[in-house]
């Protein structure tokens, strides 16, 4: 099985999405329970890490890819890469847009019910909306990167 | 509902310029090798530009490489 510069940058930006942010979550559910000033700044801090992981993470290993295939990265894709990047980016968006609207729908929630707040979420995540638009970020990102391998495999 | 398909004949005009390669062929029009597989396969239609650097590889108007077909009326 031959794979393209392409191919082979979505497959690494699949895996490390998962992984980088798959280890963000899980952390992310041990500091669930108590939404206090301290699980904040943990999870602040969490989030810094794993933003410079992610960036590191990723610049290595496209790296590495650009110089073991040097004429793949010089040409950066042809039309048809560009034509399942585009269709992609569109499952990716159906996806993100998704997750935005629950995510208003629950702040207008929140201000019509103030019942409702953060602090009585059975979740108690630490700044559980920005989370929510995190997880609908990193979802779409993946519904991303996997539509890009499967429209490749399957020969778009 | 009408289908409509775009056929070619890319492979058969690959086999009669001595067996070129589906990577050589790649290298001449400025794609990948896969993106040759997919369209021998009938899987992606090229783009106008695309089509025509193929016929000119094989010094053939664009219509013998590429046939354009209202299929099935259903």
């Not at chain 1, 990716?92 to 929630?109: A, C, E, F, K």
């Not at chain 2, 106008?48 to 590429?66: C, H, R, S, T, Y």
């Amino acid at each position: 099985m031959e794979l393209t510069f392409k191919e082979k940058s979505a497959w690494i930006s699949f895996i490390c999405t998962i992984g980088i942010f798959g280890y963000y979550f899980v952390e992310l559910m041990a500091l669930s329970g108590s939404d206090t000033g301290q699980t904040r700044t943990a999870a602040l801090w969490l989030l810094g890490k794993i933003l410079i992981m992610s960036v590191v993470v990723e610049s290595v290993f496209h790296g590495m890819l650009a110089v073991a295939n040097p004429s793949g990265a010089q040409m950066n894709g042809d039309e048809r890469d560009r034509h399942i990047e585009q269709k992609a980016n569109q499952y990716g968006y159906y996806v993100l847009s998704t997750g935005v609207i629950i995510v208003i729908g629950r702040m207008v929630v929140l201000e019509v019910f103030p019942g409702f707040d953060e602090a009585r979420s059975s979740l108690a995540i630490p700044m559980l909306t920005m989370h929510m638009l995190m997880f609908s970020f990193v979802l779409s990102e993946l519904t991303r990167f996997g539509a890009q391998i499967l429209m490749h495999r399957w020969g778009e | 509902m009408s289908e409509y398909r775009i056929t070619n004949r890319v492979r058969e005009m690959r086999f009669f310029a001595h067996e070129m390669t589906q990577q050589e062929l790649a290298e001449r029009v400025g794609v990948t090798r896969q993106t040759i597989m997919a369209i021998e396969k009938g899987k992606y239609s090229p783009s106008l530009e695309v089509a025509f650097k193929i016929a000119q590889v094989f010094n053939q108007p664009l219509d013998a490489l590429f046939q354009y077909q209202c299929e099935i009326d259903r």
